[in-house]
């Protein structure tokens, strides 16, 4: 019986504890150019040309630009298209700057776990679960704070500098859905009625957020 019940148990097991797909090889560094094939992530190079190159960046060396949105936030990931070697690997890392009185809105990574590294400032960060309870937690240079998986979760910067941090994440593309764009700045729109019923709101209410948000 354990025979067969074990490998069975194992099988229910693995989607709960897998990310990313497991590489079937070293390295798989992303053709982000060239190739007209769609499949997950992106094709390989010919590994004989691969080099250290392809396996690392300084693009989250600077401070990004936190004035070029409506929420004083700066996010850059380490994409394959920067970093090609991270295709198939998993993981990738975000750099956000959130500037004074800034915050990234509520938000959701649908394919990563996300964990982050304070390497400057005071925030106030938290996250959602499927309860609504919220977990919430004040923290500064060197701390620690998680978001699991697809659950909706903010960052707002509560000092008086620039706060930095660096979000780590088990998917190499977690995804992001910034709640206030996707549901008043979609493309095309929601229906009024729906956005109107859903917060409790009238269709001018609607607008006035859309407009706000930059949507039509
Ligand atoms: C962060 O908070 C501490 C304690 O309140 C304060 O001393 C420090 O100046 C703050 N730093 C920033 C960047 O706001």
């Given amino acids: 019986m354990a025979y067969f019940v074990l490998p069975l148990i194992m099988l229910l097991l693995v989607p709960t504890i897998s990310s990313d797909p497991d590489s079937l090889q070293d390295f798989c560094v992303a053709d982000t150019k060239s190739s007209t094939v769609f499949i997950n992530g992106f094709p390989c190079m010919n590994p004989n040309y691969a080099t250290a190159k392809d396996f690392t960046t300084s693009i989250l060396s600077n401070q990004g630009n936190t004035s070029g949105n409506l929420f004083g936030a700066s996010v850059v990931f380490t994409t394959p298209q920067v970093l090609p070697g991270i295709n198939t690997l998993g993981v990738v890392f975000a750099r956000v700057d959130v500037g004074v009185g800034g915050e990234v809105p509520p938000h959701t990574h ?19 679960d499927t309860t609504n309870k919220l977990f919430s937690a004040d923290i500064k240079t060197g701390d620690v704070f998680l978001f699991p998986k697809a659950l909706i979760h903010f960052v707002q910067n509560t000092g008086d500098t620039t706060a930095s941090l660096i979000g780590a994440f088990n998917s190499q593309a977690p995804g992001a859905q910034i709640i206030p764009l996707a549901l008043f700045a979609s493309n095309p729109a929601i229906p009024n009625e729906v956005l109107a019923k859903a917060f409790q709101i009238n269709a001018y209410e609607v607008d006035t957020i859309r407009k706000n948000l930059g949507g039509t």
């Fill in 110 to 128: 649908p394919r990563a776990s996300e964990i982050v590294f304070v390497l400057q400032g005071n925030l106030t960060v938290g996250f959602v």
